[in-house]
């Protein structure tokens, strides 16, 4: 069962006129094309405001991914992944949002991040690193 229902998505406009007409055509899109879709309904506000805003849904978004994690961790709910995936799409948006005020995109945040990682765990995800990286900020 896809999470995503296809019908949903066919009101989304591709670059102006077009319309996406499957999910095929989304799984082609990059972050970059993303963003641009998603400074659609950003709003016209300065990059500093543009800021603001992305970091502040992404926080209150990120909230209601946790509330939803708890609620299936705790309270005995089933994992409702459509409402997580709706969730994470919307900490997507404010990510694209920040990033716009940054004056960069998504692929440069991805690219940045992935460096990141690869300096810090060169040879992939090691837990001993991680405790040596712990460690070592709280000594500072």
Excluded at 35 to 64: F, H, P
Excluded at 66 to 94: N, P, R, T
């Amino acid at each position: 069962m896809s999470l995503i229902n296809t019908h949903s998505l066919s009101h989304l406009p591709v670059g102006g006129t077009e319309k996406f007409t499957s999910l095929e055509v989304m799984r082609d899109m990059n972050f970059n094309e993303y963003q641009a879709l998603a400074m659609r309904t950003a709003g016209d506000y300065s990059k500093d405001s543009l800021i603001l805003n992305g970091v502040m849904g992404l926080c209150g978004e990120a909230g209601e991914c946790i509330d939803i994690v708890k609620k299936h961790k705790f309270q005995g709910h089933a994992l409702d992944a459509e409402k997580l995936l709706d969730e994470a799409s919307d900490c997507l948006w404010y990510l694209a949002i920040i990033a716009s005020g940054l004056d960069i995109t998504l692929e440069e945040i991805a690219i940045h991040n992935v460096e990141k990682l690869k300096k810090r765990y060169p040879d992939g995800f090691d837990v001993s690193k991680s405790r040596i990286r712990l460690n070592k900020e709280k000594s500072l």
